[in-house]
C-alpha cells in the first residue's frame, strides 16, 4: 500500500482509488447482490421493506419451476419451456454463427491481401455501428407479412399467399443470428491471424488435405478464438432484449421478456429478480464451461 | 492447381452471399425510407418522396405517421441519449483507465482475480445489470427520506448513465490493458529520474501515451451508451431514450420514419468510418515516409532512394464519387419523368387510396346500417352510434384534403 | 557540482533471492567507475538502488555524504541513462533534453537555450526540433546523455547504453563518452558486461559476481593481479591450470600440474597482502595466452613445457594456438602474426614457455562460464 502511493503519488493515488473503488464496489459487486438477495423476498410494497412481512423465501424460485398454486399444473411448462427454448435456441444459434463465419475469419486472416483484409474488416464493422433495434427492424421489414421477401417470392411465383416469418420465428432467429456475428467474427480473426503462415505451407508440403489442415491446425490454434466467439455470441443471444422485442411473433417470449414482463408490467420486482438470478447462473455456467472444455483462462475469453 | 481455384470460386462466392446477408437488409430499408407508402416497403412502390425525412403525414386512418423531422419523441429521446452517452463517457474512460493502471501494479497474486471482476460486466446479461442497478436505487432512494439520495434514485437518466457505465468502464478497461502492455515502463521511471514528481509523470508521460486509447475508448463508450437497449429499458424509468423511443415506436407498428432515421445514422457511420480510413492510410503514408527517409540517411543504400512523384495524380475514389453522383442524377430523372416523384404523384396516390378506402367504408356503412336496422329491430340502438363516430365523422377527411390541398399549393 | 558516491554494506533482496549481497565501495568525485560482471551478477539492481528506483534492503547509500534513504529517484542528484535510453518518442529532442527543466517549472526560452548548449555539447546542434525516431542510434545514444546532463547532475548513472548499438558505433562512443565525462567533470557510474568496454574507459573497476564484489581496482590491477579465479578468468582470457602446492618461497609457489611443475608467483588479496599457501593446497595457475611463447622466441621465461599441437585460428593481428597437455589440459596460446607457424603440424609436440612473473596462482574457487 506504501508502495502503491509512493509509486503513483498522493494525487493519482487517491484518483485511482475512489474511480476503482466507486465501480467495483457501487456498479459491480453491491447491485448484484442486492438483487441476488431481493430475490428471496416477498413481493410486498417498498414501504414494508424491513417490516415484519419482510422474511427470506423461496417463493419465486418454486414459482420458475412449478407455477402459481393456483394452477392445477404440477410445473410452471410455460416459463420453463421459454427457458429452455431460449437456451437451447442460443446454443443453436451460437454454433451456427461459428460454422458461419469461420471461413470468413479465415479468408480475412490468411487468404486476402493486406489491404482486401482491411476493406474487409471495416465493411464488418460498418453495420455493427447501427443500433441493434434498428438492424432487426430491417430484418422485420424484410420478413414482414406484406414484406419484401414474400413480395418478391409472390411475383416470381413460388408461393400465392404470403408466408408469416414471424409467426414462425424464423425472423427472430435470424434476427439473432444477424445482430452478433461481428463478435464471432472478430475473436476468430484475431486469433487465426497469429497463426504462422508457415504452419500452414508446411502442412500442405507435407501432404496434408485441407480438412485436415483446418481440424489438426488452424482450428486447435484459434481455440481461443473459438471460445471467446462462442461465449460472447452465446451470452448475448441468451441475454438479448432489443431483437425479440422487434422480431418475436406475439405468442413467442424470449426469457429476458419474461423478466421484463415481471419487472414493468406486473410491477414484481423479486419475482424478476429471481428470474435474472436463474439467467445469471446459465451465464456464469456457461462460461465456466467454455474454460472448461477449451482449457481457457477467463483473460482468453475476453479481449 | 484446378481445384485451388474451384475452391478460390466457391470461397468467393461465399463471402459475397455473406456481404449480401450483411448488407442486404440495410440496403433495402435505406431505399424503403424513400418511398411514399406508410408501410416501409420497396414493392409496392408509390412515389419516390423525403416525406419521411420531413414531416411525415397523417394517415387515412387519422394516426399521425409523424417524420424524422417532425418527431419530437424522437428529439427528446436523443437529446436524453445525448446527455447519458456524455455521462457515461466522462465516468467509464476514467474508471476504465484507472483499473488498467491499477492492473499493471497489483501483486500478480491478485492480478487474476482484479482482471476477473473487471471483466464480469461484460459476461453479465445486460438486462440484469439494468435491474440490479434500478433496484438497488429504488431502495436507496426510499431510505433517502426524500433527500437528494431520492431524487437521484428516482432519475431515469442519473440511473442509465450508472447501469451503463458498469459495463462500458470494461470495454474502455479492455482498451487501455491493450496499450499499456505496450508501454515502456523505463519512460516512466526516466522522468522519476529526471525530477519528475509522479504526478508530473502521469501527465507528461502516461497522458500522452495514453492519448490515442482514451479518444477510442471515448468514442467506443459514446457509441455503446447511445446504443444501448437491454440495460437502458429497465434502468431509464419514466424517460425515454433514442432507443427505447425507436423500440416503443416499432413495437406499435412499424413507420418508414425508421427507416430514414437508420438511413441517416448508416450515412453518419459511413461518414465517419471512411474519414477515419482517409486519416489512417495518410498517417501510415507519412509513417512510412519517414522511416525510410530516416533508414535512407543512416545507410544511404541506394535501393531505398525516394522517386519523387511530382506528377499531379487523380486520386482514384474521386472516380468512384462521381459514379455515383451521376448514377443519382440520373436516376432521379427517370424518376420526374415517369412521374413517380413529388407531391403531384403522393395526391394522386393518396387519392387513389382514399377513394379505396372511401369504397370500403361504404360496404362498411352499408353492412353498419343493415346491421343497425336489424338492431333497431330487435331493440340494440348502441351500434349505430359507435359507427358514427368511428367512421362517420365528416371532419375526418376534411382534415386529410386540407392537408393535402395545402401541401399541393406550397410549391 | 560532481559528488562521491559510497556503498556501505549494501544488500538489496527480493524475497529470499539476494541480488546484491553485502556491497561496499567508495566512488570517487569525478571518477569514471564500472561495474563489470556477466549478466544476472546484480549489477544492474545496484546502480538501481544508487539512482532510488531499488531500496536497500540493508546497509547505506551516501552521495556527496548525505544517506540517500527514503529520498525518490526525483529527488537525488543523481542521472540515470537507461539501457533502452528510454526517450521520450511523443516529444522532440529538444523537449527530450529539456524534460527535466520543464518539470521543474523553468522558463520555455531558458529551456531552449539550454538545450541548444548540449545539442552542441554532444555535436548535434540544430537537430532540437527532430522527433525522437527520426535520429540514428548512435544520435539517440547521445540525446540520452545530454538529456540526463540537462540539470548537471552530481553523479551519471549508465546502464549498458552501448549494448544496443554495432561495433564500430560502440568504439566510437566509447571515446566519446570518456570525452564527454572528461570536460563536465563528473562521477560517471557504468554498468556494462562487456570487459572491452570497462577496461578502455574506466579509472577503476568493480569486477562483480553472483551479487558481491570480487575485485576493486584499477583495469591494469584487474587485469594483471586478480584476487579470484573468477576475476582471472572473466576479464580477458586464460589458461587455467589444476594443480597442488609443491613448496613456497616468499611470494614465489612452485605448483605441480599434469605431471609438471611450474613456477608462479602468489595471487594478491583485497587488502594488498598476498595469498599464502600451504604445501599441498589445492590451486589453480593462470597463465594468459598472450603470456605463453614458442620456445624459439626471443622472450625471457624460467618455465618450460612440451604441449601437442591441435588446431590454428587466425584472428587478424594475432593467432591463437590451442593445443592440449595429455588430452586433459587444454592450453591457449596467442602470438603475433609476425611469427611463422606454417611448420605445425597436428598431433606434433610444441616447446612452449612463460615467465613465472607473468602466472599467477590463486585458491581453488569458481571460474566465469564462458
Redesign the interface.
Known amino acids: 500500500m506504501n508502495y502503491f502511493f509512493n509509486k503513483n503519488g498522493p494525487l493519482i493515488s487517491t484518483y485511482l482509488i475512489i474511480s476503482i473503488g466507486f465501480w467495483l464496489i457501487f456498479l459491480i459487486i453491491i447491485p448484484q447482490l442486492y438483487m441476488f438477495d431481493l430475490s428471496f423476498r416477498p413481493n410486498i410494497p417498498t414501504l414494508l421493506r424491513g417490516g415484519p412481512d419482510d422474511v427470506y423465501t423461496l417463493v419465486h424460485y418454486k414459482h420458475f419451476l412449478f407455477g402459481s398454486e393456483t394452477s392445477g399444473e404440477r410445473y410452471n411448462y410455460v416459463d420453463v419451456r421459454v427457458f429452455l427454448d431460449t437456451i437451447l435456441t442460443a446454443i443453436l444459434i451460437t454454433l451456427i454463427n461459428l460454422c458461419f463465419c469461420y471461413p470468413i475469419a479465415f479468408y480475412i486472416a490468411k487468404v486476402a491481401s493486406a489491404k482486401t483484409a482491411r476493406l474487409l474488416i471495416v465493411s464488418l464493422i460498418i453495420p455493427f455501428w447501427i443500433n441493434e433495434l434498428l438492424r432487426s427492424f430491417a430484418l422485420r421489414i424484410l420478413f414482414a407479412g406484406e414484406g419484401f421477401i414474400n413480395n418478391v417470392l409472390i411475383k416470381m411465383g413460388v408461393i400465392d399467399t404470403g408466408i408469416n416469418f414471424i409467426a414462425m420465428d424464423v425472423a427472430l432467429y435470424t434476427g439473432l443470428n444477424y445482430a452478433y456475428i461481428l463478435l464471432m467474427i472478430f475473436p476468430l480473426y484475431n486469433a487465426i491471424e497469429t497463426l504462422d503462415k508457415n504452419q500452414l505451407e508446411a502442412a500442405e508440403d507435407l501432404g496434408s488435405s485441407m480438412i485436415r489442415t483446418h481440424l489438426r491446425i488452424v482450428i486447435p490454434h484459434a481455440k481461443a478464438g473459438i471460445a471467446s466467439g462462442c461465449t460472447m455470441v452465446f451470452m448475448l443471444t441468451a441475454g438479448a432484449l432489443a431483437t425479440p422485442v422487434v422480431l418475436s411473433s406475439p405468442n413467442t417470449f424470449w426469457f429476458t421478456q419474461l423478466i421484463y414482463q415481471w419487472f414493468n408490467m406486473n410491477d414484481n420486482w423479486p419475482r424478476g429478480a429471481a428470474y435474472s438470478v436463474v439467467l445469471l447462473t446459465v451465464s456464469v455456467v456457461f462460461v465456466l464451461l467454455m474454460m472448461k472444455i477449451f482449457k481457457v483462462k477467463i483473460g482468453e475469453i475476453v479481449r | 492447381m484446378k481445384s485451388q481455384q474451384a475452391l478460390n470460386i466457391l470461397l468467393g462466392i461465399y463471402i459475397f452471399i455473406f456481404f449480401t446477408y450483411l448488407f442486404g437488409p440495410l440496403v433495402i430499408m435505406s431505399i424503403t425510407a424513400f418511398n411514399s407508402a406508410e408501410f416501409p416497403s420497396v414493392t409496392p412502390w408509390e412515389c419516390f418522396s423525403f416525406r419521411w425525412f420531413n414531416e411525415g403525414k397523417i394517415a387515412y386512418d387519422g394516426q399521425h405517421l409523424a417524420g424524422l423531422a417532425t418527431d419530437w419523441r424522437l428529439h427528446e429521446g436523443l437529446i436524453t441519449s445525448l446527455k447519458i452517452g456524455l455521462g457515461v463517457v466522462l465516468l467509464s474512460v476514467p474508471i476504465g483507465l484507472s483499473a488498467a493502471l491499477v492492473l499493471t501494479q497489483v501483486h500478480s497474486r491478485f492480478r487474476t482475480a482484479f482482471y476477473s471482476v473487471s471483466i464480469m460486466p461484460v459476461l453479465f446479461p445486460g438486462v440484469i445489470i439494468g435491474i440490479s442497478t434500478v433496484v438497488l436505487w429504488d431502495r436507496i432512494a426510499s431510505m433517502g427520506g426524500g433527500g437528494l439520495a431520492t431524487q437521484l434514485g428516482r432519475n431515469g437518466i442519473f440511473l442509465t448513465i450508472l447501469a451503463q457505465t458498469c459495463f462500458i468502464s470494461t470495454y474502455c478497461f479492455l482498451i487501455f490493458v491493450a496499450r499499456l502492455q505496450r508501454f515502456d515502463q523505463t519512460q516512466e521511471e526516466a522522468a522519476l529520474d529526471l525530477g519528475a514528481s509522479q504526478t508530473q509523470v502521469f501527465f507528461k508521460i502516461l497522458i500522452p501515451y495514453m492519448m490515442p486509447a482514451i479518444a477510442s475508448s471515448c468514442v467506443i463508450a459514446f457509441l455503446a451508451s447511445f446504443e444501448n437497449y437491454n440495460t437502458t429499458v429497465f434502468s431509464i424509468l419514466s424517460d425515454q431514450t433514442l432507443t427505447t423511443v425507436i423500440a416503443s415506436k416499432v413495437r406499435l407498428g412499424i413507420s418508414p420514419a425508421i427507416s430514414s432515421l437508420a438511413l441517416v445514422i448508416i450515412l453518419i457511420t459511413l461518414t465517419v468510418t471512411i474519414v477515419y480510413e482517409v486519416l489512417r492510410r495518410r498517417e501510415d503514408e507519412k509513417n512510412r515516409a519517414i522511416g525510410s527517409d530516416a533508414l535512407y540517411a543512416q545507410t544511404l543504400d541506394s535501393r531505398l532512394k525516394k522517386i519523387d512523384k511530382s506528377e499531379f495524380s487523380i486520386p482514384k475514389p474521386i472516380f468512384g464519387v462521381l459514379l455515383v453522383i451521376i448514377v443519382c442524377i440520373f436516376s432521379f430523372n427517370k424518376l420526374v419523368e415517369n412521374e413517380i416523384y413529388g407531391s403531384a404523384c403522393i395526391a394522386a396516390k393518396e387519392k387513389e387510396k382514399k377513394s379505396n378506402f372511401a369504397e370500403q367504408l361504404k360496404l362498411l356503412q352499408k353492412n353498419a346500417d343493415k346491421a343497425s336496422q336489424t338492431s333497431v329491430q330487435n331493440g340494440e340502438t348502441g351500434q349505430k352510434k359507435e359507427f358514427g363516430d368511428i367512421f362517420g365523422d365528416p371532419d375526418l377527411f376534411k382534415n386529410f384534403g386540407g392537408f393535402d390541398t395545402k401541401k399541393k399549393e406550397d410549391p | 557540482m560532481s559528488a562521491d558516491v559510497e556503498l556501505q554494506k549494501v544488500s538489496v533482496s527480493f524475497g529470499n533471492f539476494y541480488a546484491a549481497k553485502n556491497v561496499s565501495v567508495k566512488i570517487e568525485k569525478g571518477e569514471f567507475f564500472s561495474f563489470l560482471g556477466p549478466s544476472g551478477c546484480g549489477k544492474t539492481t545496484l546502480l538501481r538502488a544508487i ?3 531499488a531500496e536497500p534492503s540493508d546497509g547505506k547509500i551516501l552521495i556527496g555524504g548525505q544517506d540517500m534513504a527514503g529520498i ?4 537525488r542528484p ?3 541513462i ?3 535510453l ?3 518518442p ?1 516529444m522532440s529532442v529538444a523537449d527530450n533534453i529539456a ?2 527543466l ?3 517549472g523553468t522558463g520555455k526560452v531558458q529551456r531552449r537555450n539550454r538545450a541548444d548548449e548540449l545539442l552542441e555539447l554532444v555535436a548535434l546542434s540544430g537537430q532540437g526540433n527532430k ?1 525522437v ?4 542510434g548512435g544520435q539517440k545514444q547521445r540525446v540520452a546523455i545530454a ?2 546532463l ?2 548537471e547532475p552530481a553523479v551519471l548513472l549508465l546502464d549498458e547504453p552501448l549494448s544496443a548499438l554495432d561495433l564500430k558505433l560502440r568504439q566510437k562512443m566509447r571515446t566519446e563518452l570518456r570525452e564527454i565525462q572528461k570536460r563536465v567533470g563528473i562521477t560517471f557510474i557504468y554498468i556494462t558486461h562487456d570487459q572491452g568496454e570497462a577496461l578502455t574507459m574506466s579509472d577503476r573497476i568493480a569486477v562483480m559476481n553472483e551479487g558481491e564484489l570480487e575485485q576493486v581496482g584499477s583495469g591494469h590491477n584487474v587485469y594483471e593481479a586478480p584476487h579470484t579465479p573468477f576475476v582471472a578468468s572473466f576479464v580477458g582470457e586464460n589458461n587455467a591450470f589444476y594443480g597442488t602446492v609443491i613448496s613456497t618461497n616468499g611470494d614465489m609457489v612452485r605448483v605441480s600440474s599434469q605431471g609438471k611443475d611450474f613456477l608462479a608467483k602468489a595471487g594478491d588479496l583485497k587488502d594488498g597482502k598476498k595469498h599464502t599457501f600451504q604445501k599441498r593446497d589445492k590451486v589453480i595457475m593462470f597463465v594468459r595466452p598472450e603470456s605463453i611463447f614458442l620456445k624459439d622466441q626471443i622472450n625471457q621465461a624460467d618455465n618450460i613445457f612440451s604441449a601437442i599441437f591441435k588446431t590454428i585460428e587466425f584472428e587478424g593481428n594475432l593467432k591463437n594456438i590451442y593445443l592440449s597437455i595429455d588430452g586433459v589440459q587444454d592450453v591457449r596460446c596467442s602470438i603475433s602474426n609476425a611469427v611463422e607457424t606454417a611448420t605445425l603440424s597436428t598431433s606434433e609436440s610444441i616447446e612452449l614457455k612463460f615467465s613465472s612473473r607473468d602466472a599467477v596462482v590463486l585458491p581453488v574457487g569458481p571460474l566465469a562460464v564462458d
Do not use: C, D, M, W
Not at chain 3, 72 to 75: E, R, W
Open positions: 539512482s532510488g528506483f525518490g529517484p526525483n529527488k543523481t542521472s540515470l537507461f539501457q533502452n528510454a526517450l521520450f511523443l524534460f527535466s520543464e518539470v521543474r522527433k525516431h527520426e535520429l540514428s538529456r540526463a540537462a540539470i
